[in-house]
């Protein structure tokens, strides 16, 4: 664990403009049947700690309000899109949620929680929240960009962000974007828990009392 100096470690949007694009290089593999979630979660079974992340359709008029849609689980080399608009949250997927054995890695887990229980109550066990272990890193930044621009000095892009989730048929960036997203908190995770990032070299560290500049 870091020793607990006095610096943070922050990125501002103009440091991260000209890093390279982050890729996941996994396969993808789209489950939008009970079948497949069967299929998916006993392969799931096998990883001891896997990235998480939810997609919900955007709102764009007052009042409007969707359900989320997608559930992402990403082991090393493959990630799992969960279509819970086609499947429903099922016995199967309850069961492995709420299985402390089996680590999930994954940011602002609040918001997937309240979105998640929209569709069926359960209690998580087992989830890892990076916004609070990346802390003891002094890293200070929230959001999943920062933090993996931070730690890896490569970008992710958000273009996808705001397309339809619930659309019949997800596009290939929409594949890309989602299992990205995924992947990233089980790289992060992954960083941290071998040691792999020292924040003590960090090109980023600024003391408590500096601001970034955001342009």
Excluded at 42 to 59: I, K
Excluded at 74 to 98: K, V
Excluded at 114 to 135: D, K, M, S
Aim: charged share 20%.
């Amino acid at each position: 664990m870091p020793t607990d100096n006095n610096y943070e470690i922050a990125i501002s949007k103009p440091a991260m403009a000209d890093m390279p694009l982050a890729h996941f290089g996994g396969e993808v593999t789209v489950v939008d049947t009970p079948e497949g979630v069967e299929a998916a979660i006993a392969r799931l079974y096998a990883l001891p700690v896997v990235g998480f992340d939810t997609e919900t359709r955007p709102n764009f008029h007052k009042g409007e309000m969707h359900k989320v849609a997608l559930m992402q689980v990403s082991g090393p080399e493959r990630c799992y899109l969960f279509r819970l608009n086609h499947t429903g949250l099922d016995d199967t997927l309850i069961h492995w949620l709420a299985d402390p054995r089996r680590i999930k890695v994954g940011l602002s887990l609040k918001d997937d929680f309240h979105q998640l229980h929209q569709l069926r109550e359960f209690e998580p066990a087992g989830f890892v929240e990076l916004q609070q272990l990346v802390r003891d890193f002094h890293i200070t930044d929230a959001s999943l960009q920062k933090i993996y621009a931070i730690i890896f000095g490569r970008r992710i892009s958000k273009g996808q962000r705001l397309t339809n989730w619930e659309a019949p048929e997800l596009t290939p960036p929409q594949q890309a974007y989602a299992a990205l997203d995924a992947y990233a908190c089980l790289e992060i995770y992954n960083a941290l828990a071998s040691s792999q990032f020292d924040p003590s070299k960090s090109p980023y560290k600024v003391i408590p009392s500096q601001e970034i500049t955001e342009q």
